[in-house]
């Protein structure tokens, strides 16, 4: 079965400040990785997503996630965090084969920007 | 419409009553998914279609959620009977592709309370 860790509920960083945000994965095959913020209210928003080729991937709003099979992880981070990036943020992993079709979504990590 | 569209964003039911979520899809999106998200949690899947077919309704808590896309556009997420543990936040989302590689764009989701 496919799941997902995210092990910070919350984070709390300055503006300014770098950003990385943890998640682990467990997939039988080679995993499909993204990463989706959503702010209050609003629906989930695709940050960037990971299928194969160079383990460093680049999104959009100056994120970028690195893939390391050895230790089934996929963080997220960010060189220089903005007081609009407050917002929760979800790993999710999915693939091919064993329900390839859908997505399995972590807990979140709820992140907060102090100005 | 240029994104997903769920209606109602809010619905408030007593126990024992049914609902119905909409959702209307990017046109042309040929994979539909439903989702549920519970406070303070991540959104567990509960059924795909591609076009009108439902291809895996694995996550369906219980026989009382009927989804349905009989025309492979618009889907109707039924809820018969409901009770307090069905309160969360439906996303709907849709694919363009069949594959797992594509992007998921989601709607900004009905929440469900049930009193």
Redesign the interface.
């Known amino acids: 079965a496919q799941s997902v860790t995210q092990p910070d509920i919350h984070i709390t960083v300055s503006e300014g400040a770098s950003l990385e945000l943890r998640c682990n994965y467990s997939y039988g095959a080679t995993p499909y990785l993204f990463w989706y913020v959503q702010s209050p209210g609003q629906g989930l928003q695709l940050l960037l997503k990971y299928f194969s080729g160079d383990t460093l991937v680049q999104g959009i709003k100056g994120f970028e996630a690195e893939f390391k099979r050895s230790q089934s992880s996929f963080n997220l981070r960010k060189p220089s965090v903005h007081w609009s990036d407050a917002a929760e943020y979800f790993c999710a992993v999915g693939g091919l084969t064993g329900g390839g079709n859908k997505l399995t979504f972590g807990t979140g990590t709820q992140l907060k920007v102090e100005l | 419409g240029a ?2 569209s769920q209606s109602p964003r809010y619905k408030v039911a007593k126990r024992g009553q049914d609902v119905a979520l909409r959702c209307d899809p990017i046109s042309g999106h040929v ?1 539909l ?1 439903w ?1 549920q998200q519970a406070l ?6 509960l059924t ?1 279609f ?1 076009n009108e077919a439902q ?2 309704k ?2 369906l808590p219980s026989d009382r959620f009927f989804a349905e896309r009989p025309e492979g556009s618009v889907s109707t997420l039924k809820i018969q009977r409901t009770q307090q543990e069905d309160s969360a936040v439906y ?1 709907c ?1 849709s694919r363009l592709v ?1 594959e ?2 594509g ?7 009905s929440r469900l309370t049930v009193l």
């Open positions: 994104g997903v994979s998914f989702y303070g949690q991540g959104p567990e899947f795909y591609q291809l895996d694995s996550g996303l989302a069949r797992s590689g992007e998921l764009f989601f709607g900004e989701g």
